[in-house]
């Protein structure tokens, strides 16, 4: 998969970023990311500022999406 394939996840508790598959991002909450977490809000590309250019981006997620 690449990071195109993946929205930005939040886990509101936590305020790490995950990735979320990009063809559940328009269900309705909560979502899961593919690391198995609970993620709170879906907003903008894993590969943008709230994903990967988050302050602290799921170690997990990373591997998973190969970035």
Not at 18 to 26: G, N
Not at 53 to 61: I, L, M, R, T, V
Request: proline share 6%; hydrophobic share 40%; glycine share 12%.
């Amino acid at each position: 998969m690449s990071t195109s394939d993946h929205a930005a996840g939040r886990a509101q508790s936590t305020g790490t970023a995950h990735a979320v598959l990009a063809a559940t991002a328009d269900l309705p909450a909560p979502w899961a990311a593919i690391c198995g977490a609970s993620v709170d809000v879906v907003q903008g590309r894993w590969n943008g500022p709230r994903g990967l250019g988050s302050a602290d981006p799921c170690a997990e997620c990373r591997r998973l999406t190969g970035t």
